[in-house]
């Protein structure tokens, strides 16, 4: 079976998790930091909630996401992060992500790595594949199989007749 797939575009404020303890040396420290992982987190949240505000006044979500996107990565292509099963995206992301209809846009979505907002683009349905395409799939593994069976009852056989 081929996996039902996503085709994902998002974009990204990035932020810092402040759910996790840091390792400050003294307790002045680490108020410190805390108070400094806030305000990042604070302007991540202001920036996205900012780009959401804009999507919903119709402007374009690919200009947005090259002009107001953290992830370098996938900002020059509009934010797309390709084709994906539903098992490769963060966990925060999928859940956002089989909500939606293809060409809807979800609201704010939080990961351990900052804010997102996502776009489902296409979507295509989990089905069989084609034989043609996974013969050789299957070969290899039945082979896998049979070698491993052959190789554990050849490893018995010199255990057996082996003077160590």
Known sequence: M?????????????????????KAETPEAQEKAKRLMSIVDQEAREKI????????????????????SDDD?????????GTLP?????????DAMVKLK???T???????????IIKLTAKTPAQ???????KSDILNFLMKKEIGGKKKT??????????I
């Open 106 to 116: 979800s609201d704010v979505v939080k990961s351990p790595y900052g804010y997102h």
């Open 128 to 134: 069989m594949a084609p034989f043609a395409e996974v």
């Open 86 to 94: 539903k098992e490769n995206i963060l966990p925060e992301i999928a």
């Open 73 to 81: 990565v996938s900002k020059n292509n509009g934010g797309s992060l």
């Open 154 to 163: 050849y490893i018995d056989q010199l255990k057996k007749t082996a003077n």
């Open 2 to 22: 081929k996996p039902e797939m996503f085709e994902v575009n998002h974009i990204f404020a990035s932020a810092i998790d402040t759910s996790k303890e840091g």
């Open 49 to 68: 909630n900012t780009v959401l505000q804009k999507l919903k006044k119709g402007e374009n979500f690919a200009e947005l996401a090259k002009k107001y």
């Open 102 to 104: 293809v060409g809807d």
